[in-house]
């Protein structure tokens, strides 16, 4: 579905599309927007993208469909329990990340994960540039819903954060002690240590 007739809170009109995150994204760029942007932010996701989950992310996809084109891209999440007073605060420190981009600059077919966790009683601690824990940073599981408009079936994804424990630096460890995490990704995932492995198996 095609939407032309939203208006955000803040007053500014918005497109909207029933479609996944990439989807909307690809759409976008190709068939919406005249002259290409020159940054994508997807979110605020309610729910981290820490560790092993980044590769289910919807707001991940997004961001790597705007990154794969050639335009930088950030993907932003917060944990569930952030209050909605809290996103305030959490939308100014994505702000912060998308200032740094565009004063320095990102390389072609990058893009940024950043998690915000609950803002801590004396402020956030910071950045952390961050690498993604080689954990899944929470329970992954489904609640089936039903589609007010047309009684039709979806299944969508929950997602219950569970502390547990990652090494200092990675994106897991940074958002539990408070840091915002910053964590560089890129398009394209060739194992290029395999290729002399799998050679072998076909000769």
Known sequence: MFREDLTLPNGLKAIGLTATPASTVDIALRNILAVAPDLVVTGINRGYNLGLSIYVSGTNGAAREAAFRGIPAIAASIDTSVSPQELGSAAEEILGVARRAKQHGMPKYGFLNVNVPPRPAGGYKGYQVTTAASIKGGRE????????????????????????????????WAVSNGYVSVTPLKVGETDASQFDVLRGWFK
């Open 141 to 172: 599981s489904f609640a089936e819903v039903q589609r007010p408009a047309t009684n039709q079936t979806i299944y969508w994804d929950v997602y219950t954060p569970e502390n547990q424990p990652a090494p200092q630096g990675t994106d897991i």
